[in-house]
């Protein structure tokens, strides 16, 4: 996945990142994604995660429902844009797979 950062913003976003809350890595575990990183390059973040689950599009309700969580993001959101302009998404925006090696 990849958005943009908001460059007045950039140094907050970093920051909220240095020390992610135990409940938000929490509630991520508990809903099935493993190996998530995020990758920063100028005002380009590019996320990266396995899900390991049943159900994607509801554990992905249940972190939206996690009130931490949706605190987290309160943070976070305002430092982020959409990768595109006009994407109707509200920030970050999933890729597509072309090549993988295990």
Known sequence: MVCRLRPERREEYLRLHSAVWPQVEATITDCG????????RGDVLFGYFEYIG???AADQARMAQDVVTQEWWAHTAPCQLPFDADSPEPNWQELDEVWHLD
């Open 33 to 40: 994604i493993r190996n998530f990183t995020i990758f920063v």
């Open 54 to 56: 049943e159900d994607y």
